[in-house]
Each structure stands twice: as structure tokens, then as C-alpha cells.
């Protein structure tokens, strides 16, 4: 992953405006289009409990973007499983459905691919290994109907306004913390606001693009900060004990399950008015984890289900590489997973 190249401003201060971006460069073309063309095979299957024919059940196979959400998935699968189910089909809703995996339901409101490089993803150093091929199997997953586990998933509705609000909320906290006010998100017009849910929802680029460069280039504003969050497993089997130790090690974060999610005011520059690098940013947040801010030691970053570079810029990362919701939702891969 290659990153534009940025120079300080005089002095080593950022500018006190927001001048236009530089058009990007054709390498930050080809990222930019990579990420959101970039898909995860998908085998899912109906829950053994509520399947006439228990775990013999032909799987639902798709291709599924990486920047979109499973639930968009649930009325072909209420419709492909639909004579397979116990219950009766009239008692059978789309948005009732959930999804899981190895018993762990998945946290609807995650983008794919998040949750992909959260449970499953496995490195190039770790597949070679493995002898396993550049394209790995399909990832299994299970749909469920009932028994919704309320304690650990909101509810979505019919009317898809959860997932409308869920996502509309998470773009208005990227919008603050990039400006430092919510104003751009807040001035968009109902139909900016309404293309920018359904080019989410039928991943459409052109539509999406127009109103993000919005909202990544307000006028009259200076970018802040960077929307980045960092997650972490809290006890990982593959970890080291050492990174182990680190991971533990440092607050503050959100643990959510089997998660700790860790988040912080990441500025464009450092406090040196250098570049902020995801080394550095990285450092910041978690030194004991990155206790280099040019090298791994413990661990590496991945994002899309690609180790990044300790020197890429953030603000690049931001611009060309972000979810749809404007956030640079970051993993990290521990010894044999990369």
C-alpha cells in the first residue's frame, strides 16, 4: 500500500485553513477503488436448531462487499431459506434475522469486512505457511430467525431505521472529529442525506463519492483529527504472551465481548509537527502495544485485510482508504496471522 507523500508546512506548523486536497495520485486511485470494489466469499447457513433438515441445508453463497453490512442480506436469505424453516413462513421476518459465528453472534452495525479481519482473516505469511492458496475458502457463517440474543444485539425493524440511525450516528461522530463540529454532516440536504443511505445500501461509488468529498472537504474548515478506532481481541490464543501482556496492558478502551475497542484524538500532526503516520498514531494510543513507531514489534496493523505500512500517513488512510461511515476501523494481527 503506497501513500502520497505530504511536506510540512513552513515552520513544521499545519496551515491555518483547509486548502483544496491534492488531486490524488494514480496509486491512491487504484487503493481508493480497490477498497471499495474489495468483496468477502460468503457461505451462510441456517441454523442447524431451526432447519427441517438440521445441518444439511444447502448453503447461501455470495460475494459480499467488504464496506457493506449483512443485514442487507436478509431478505434473499429469508427468501432462499424460507423452505427450510421449522417455523412457519408467515411467522418468519426478514429483519428478525442474525448472524453468527463458531456461537458468537456478529455485531450487525460492523461493516463486513471488519468483522472478517476481526474473526477470520489470515495473513499471506500465515496461509503460505498453512500451504493454503492466495484464495481462501469461503467464511462460514450462520443465520438465525429466532432466539435473537437482546442482550448483546439491538433489534433491528422492518423499516430499516436502526440500521439507517446506526450508521447515519457513526458518520456524524467521524464528521466531529474531523472538523470538530458536527456542522457538515448537519447541512447536508435531505437528499444528500437520503443519497448518501442508499448508495450504502446498492454500494453505489459515484453516488457515495460526491456527498463523502463533501464531508471530507468542508468549506472554510481545517481537518482536526483523524476517525480512527483500533480494535483489539482481549485475550487472543495466537497472541504472543508479551503482546498478550501489552494488549492488556493499556487503557483507555471499550470492551465490547470478546473486544476492546480503543479510540483517541489523532491529529494530522504530531506534537513535533511531523506527518501523523499510523506508526505514530499508533504509538500514541497504545505504546506498549507499538512501542516503535516505525516498526512492528508485537503486532501489525490491518486494514481491509492488508498489513499497512507504519509510515502511511493517516490523513491519506482517512481520505482513500476509510469505511463508508468515515472511519478508519483498524485491527491488529498478531504472530501467525500476518
Same mark, same amino acid.
Given at each position: 500500500?503506497t501513500?502520497?507523500?505530504?511536506?510540512?508546512a513552513?515552520?513544521g506548523t499545519?496551515?491555518?485553513y483547509?486548502p483544496p486536497?491534492?488531486?490524488p495520485?494514480?496509486?491512491l486511485?487504484s487503493?481508493?477503488?480497490?477498497?471499495?470494489?474489495?468483496?468477502?466469499?460468503?457461505s451462510?447457513?441456517l441454523s442447524?436448531?431451526e432447519?427441517r433438515?438440521?445441518d444439511?441445508? +444447502?448453503?447461501y453463497?455470495?460475494?459480499?462487499?467488504r464496506?457493506s453490512?449483512?443485514?442487507f442480506?436478509?431478505p434473499q436469505?429469508?427468501?432462499?431459506?424460507?423452505?427450510?424453516l421449522i417455523?412457519?413462513?408467515?411467522?418468519?421476518?426478514?429483519?428478525?434475522?442474525?448472524?453468527?459465528?463458531e456461537g458468537v453472534?456478529?455485531?450487525?452495525h460492523?461493516?463486513?469486512?471488519?468483522l472478517y +479481519?476481526?474473526f477470520?482473516?489470515?495473513g499471506p505469511a500465515a496461509?503460505a505457511a498453512?500451504?493454503e492458496?492466495?484464495?481462501p475458502?469461503?467464511?462460514e457463517?450462520?443465520?438465525h430467525?429466532?432466539?435473537w440474543?437482546d442482550e448483546q444485539l439491538?433489534?433491528?425493524?422492518?423499516?430499516?431505521?436502526?440500521?439507517?440511525?446506526?450508521?447515519i450516528?457513526s458518520?456524524k461522530?467521524?464528521?466531529?472529529?474531523r472538523?470538530?463540529t458536527a456542522?457538515?454532516i448537519?447541512?447536508?440536504?435531505k437528499? +444528500?442525506?437520503?443519497q448518501?443511505?442508499r448508495?450504502v445500501?446498492d454500494?453505489g461509488w459515484s453516488?457515495?463519492?460526491?456527498?463523502?468529498q463533501?464531508l471530507?472537504n468542508p468549506?472554510?474548515a481545517?481537518?482536526?483529527h483523524?476517525p480512527?478506532?483500533?480494535?483489539?481481541p482481549?485475550a487472543?490464543a495466537s497472541a504472543s504472551?508479551?503482546?498478550?501482556?501489552?494488549?492488556?496492558?493499556h487503557d483507555?478502551?471499550t470492551?465490547t465481548?470478546r473486544?476492546r475497542v480503543?479510540?483517541?484524538?489523532?491529529p494530522?500532526?504530531?506534537?513535533?509537527? +511531523?506527518?501523523?503516520?499510523?506508526?505514530?498514531a499508533?504509538h500514541q494510543m497504545?505504546?506498549?502495544l507499538?512501542?516503535?513507531?516505525q516498526t512492528?514489534?508485537?503486532?501489525?496493523?490491518?486494514?481491509?485485510?492488508?498489513?499497512?505500512?507504519?509510515s502511511?500517513?493517516v490523513?491519506d488512510?482517512m481520505?482513500?482508504?476509510?469505511?463508508?461511515?468515515?472511519w478508519?476501523?483498524?485491527t491488529?494481527?498478531?504472530g501467525?496471522?500476518v
Amino acid at each position: 500500500m503506497t501513500m502520497m507523500a505530504h511536506l510540512p508546512a513552513p515552520g513544521g506548523t499545519p496551515p491555518p485553513y483547509a486548502p483544496p486536497p491534492p488531486p490524488p495520485s494514480d496509486a491512491l486511485s487504484s487503493i481508493q477503488q480497490r477498497v471499495w470494489t474489495g468483496s468477502i466469499a460468503l457461505s451462510i447457513r441456517l441454523s442447524a436448531a431451526e432447519s427441517r433438515t438440521y445441518d444439511q441445508t +444447502d448453503p447461501y453463497l455470495v460475494h459480499h462487499a467488504r464496506l457493506s453490512y449483512l443485514p442487507f442480506l436478509l431478505p434473499q436469505l429469508r427468501a432462499f431459506f424460507e423452505h427450510a424453516l421449522i417455523a412457519a413462513a408467515g411467522d418468519v421476518r426478514a429483519h428478525d434475522g442474525w448472524f453468527s459465528v463458531e456461537g458468537v453472534p456478529l455485531r450487525w452495525h460492523y461493516p463486513l469486512g471488519l468483522l472478517y +479481519d476481526l474473526f477470520a482473516a489470515v495473513g499471506p505469511a500465515a496461509a503460505a505457511a498453512a500451504g493454503e492458496t492466495t484464495f481462501p475458502a469461503p467464511w462460514e457463517v450462520e443465520v438465525h430467525f429466532g432466539a435473537w440474543p437482546d442482550e448483546q444485539l439491538v433489534r433491528l425493524d422492518a423499516e430499516g431505521r436502526v440500521m439507517h440511525d446506526a450508521f447515519i450516528n457513526s458518520v456524524k461522530e467521524a464528521d466531529f472529529l474531523r472538523n470538530g463540529t458536527a456542522k457538515g454532516i448537519m447541512a447536508l440536504s435531505k437528499e +444528500d442525506s437520503t443519497q448518501l443511505w442508499r448508495a450504502v445500501q446498492d454500494h453505489g461509488w459515484s453516488n457515495y463519492h460526491a456527498i463523502h468529498q463533501k464531508l471530507l472537504n468542508p468549506a472554510g474548515a481545517r481537518l482536526r483529527h483523524v476517525p480512527l478506532r483500533v480494535y483489539l481481541p482481549s485475550a487472543s490464543a495466537s497472541a504472543s504472551a508479551s503482546a498478550s501482556a501489552a494488549a492488556a496492558s493499556h487503557d483507555p478502551t471499550t470492551t465490547t465481548g470478546r473486544l476492546r475497542v480503543v479510540q483517541s484524538l489523532i491529529p494530522l500532526w504530531t506534537a513535533t509537527q +511531523d506527518l501523523q503516520t499510523i506508526g505514530s498514531a499508533l504509538h500514541q494510543m497504545l505504546p506498549t502495544l507499538f512501542p516503535s513507531r516505525q516498526t512492528p514489534v508485537y503486532a501489525r496493523p490491518v486494514l481491509h485485510g492488508v498489513v499497512v505500512p507504519m509510515s502511511a500517513p493517516v490523513e491519506d488512510l482517512m481520505r482513500y482508504a476509510a469505511y463508508a461511515d468515515g472511519w478508519i476501523h483498524l485491527t491488529v494481527a498478531f504472530g501467525g496471522r500476518v
